[in-house]
């Protein structure tokens, strides 16, 4: 009997979705992935089967699921023991039958070793390869080592459930395992961060190696000491100018950390890129502890969320604004940002599960004529929909129709004219989706902006208020 690869087909329980016919199946699964991704729908034994194109729509599909008739079914492999398998920085030149030879050494059956190609900005896949090969595997005899040599060439090779290499567990990938010794800082010589998160100016930790100054040769200029080119009473006005500037320096590094330590215990965190780092103003006058970083993708936003010490405790809301940067300069597709979104949402609620998690979505790009990227950006949003609805404790902020006009387009005042990839907004078009989000966000700390010590106005003060005014008599008057 001839095997058949069925590495592409999913399967639900029919009896969960209410018996729904075919047609309620493609409407549900279409909120997920395109029409053009799907192969077959199949009604079969109570069971539903769904074959896809493409991984990336199967993983996707996997990831969110169905939600029909009010009711999430989840959808699992129909062989449940396949295992997906990436590899990565293996040669074009060799074939997938030496890769084939290479991983059966590791499991009984190889299904599936296949191409991927480079999605374009449209959504449409390409016939350029990236040189990543995903292959299908049942019956692993052994774990496969994250940097096989194939052919005389090391890759680098994942897979959901890999033992790292570090410590042999297999709840996390190798590349992120917390035993891992880091190479640290270049910039100040910390262990604790890389040199693309250091705050630090140059060289100001004491990590750094100690370099041996040499010592100054002696020049042949005679230099004039200060006590030779000034009298006694220059000496002590020149003492008291010095003890003056300092005890001011003092005053205001005192006034400043009484400014700042006024209401800093946040119960709301937003993270997120350049975006949010140009709304941080009007977002912390709302108590918002705001940690943005210019360039930050989804798989980032965990450590950035980290960066600083949280009050686990305190903490009520979390807000997500990322994911522009993945698809709009990195290329990813909506399916794989997803997957990584919604990972990141279920670590940071394990962590913080008394915390609501704000999701928000990303903004058109301008002009809005660019559909092969507006179309992404669609895509993304309705996967960031389904996510939330499929978890009690995310909400989704839709911020798509906030930036468009009635036209249904793009308005030119709401995006600065800097960008030629129409995707930061001008000052107007931040404080208008600032004001949107902190509108949405269940914010109950906020944060009072420190105002000057200035007199009262007043009955107290020097200018009476309306309210203590004399009524205004009449310029003439009128005889009886």
């Known amino acids: 009997m001839t095997s058949i690869k069925r590495s592409l087909t999913v399967k639900g329980n029919h009896r969960e979705t209410g018996w729904a016919k075919e047609d309620q199946i493609l409407e549900s699964i279409t909120t997920v992935v395109e029409e053009h991704d799907i192969e077959a729908i199949q009604l079969s034994q109570r069971n539903i089967l769904i074959t896809f194109t493409n991984k990336e ?8 699921g169905l939600h029909i008739n009010k009711t999430f079914v989840s959808l699992t492999d129909v062989e449940r023991d396949a295992i997906n398998v990436t590899l990565r920085d293996i040669p074009i030149e060799i074939p997938n039958s ?6 059966s050494k590791y499991a009984e059956n190889v299904e599936d070793v296949s191409h991927g190609y480079i999605r374009k900005s449209d959504g449409t896949i390409s016939t350029v390869k ?22 005389g060439h090391t890759g680098r090779l994942s897979y959901r459930g890999q033992p790292c290499s570090t410590c042999s567990s297999t709840d996390h990938p190798y590349y992120r395992c917390p035993n891992k010794e880091g190479t640290g800082c270049f910039r100040c010589g910390s262990k604790e961060h890389r040199i693309k998160d250091c705050m630090n100016a140059w060289g100001t930790s004491s990590n750094l190696p100690q370099k041996s100054i040499p010592p100054k040769t002696q020049s042949n200029v005679t230099h004039i000491k200060f006590d030779d080119m000034t009298t006694d009473s220059q000496k002590s006005a020149s003492t008291n100018e010095e003890m003056k500037s300092d005890k001011a320096a003092i005053n205001d590094k005192e006034k400043e950390n009484d400014i700042t330590s006024e209401d800093t215990n946040y119960d ?12 941080s103003g009007e977002l912390k006058d709302a108590g918002i502890d705001v940690r943005a970083k210019s360039g930050k993708r989804v798989e980032e936003m965990k450590e950035l969320l980290y960066s600083q010490p949280i009050d686990r405790e305190n903490i009520k809301n979390i807000g997500i604004h990322a994911g522009v940067n993945n698809i709009c300069y990195y290329n990813d597709s909506p399916e794989d940002t997803a997957v990584k979104y919604d990972n990141l949402v279920k670590d940071i609620n394990q962590d913080m599960p008394n915390a609501k998690i704000y999701v928000c979505s990303i903004s058109p790009i301008h002009p809005y004529k660019q559909e092969g990227l507006n179309s992404k950006v669609r895509k993304m949003n309705k996967l960031l929909k389904c996510m939330c609805d499929r978890l009690e404790y995310t909400t989704f902020i839709d911020t798509f129709d906030l930036l468009l006009c009635k036209s249904g387009l793009t308005a030119q005042s709401d995006y600065t004219m800097s960008d030629p990839k129409g995707i930061h907004l001008s000052n107007k078009g931040y404080r208008k989706l600032a004001y949107y989000l902190r509108s949405k966000m269940e914010i109950t700390n906020i944060t009072k902006t420190p105002v000057s010590k200035r007199k009262d106005r007043g009955s107290s003060g020097n200018t009476p208020n309306s309210s203590e005014k004399n009524p205004k008599s009449g310029k003439f008057t009128v005889r009886e």
């Open 268 to 279: 709301t965190i937003i993270v997120g890129a350049s975006m949010v780092n140009a709304m």
């Open 130 to 151: 990236t040189g990543v090969r995903y292959i299908t595997v049942t019956g692993l005899k052994t774990p496969i080592p994250n940097t096989p040599t194939i052919a």
């Open 98 to 103: 030496v890769i084939h030879a290479h991983i």
């Open 57 to 64: 729509a199967k993983i996707a599909a996997v990831t969110f």
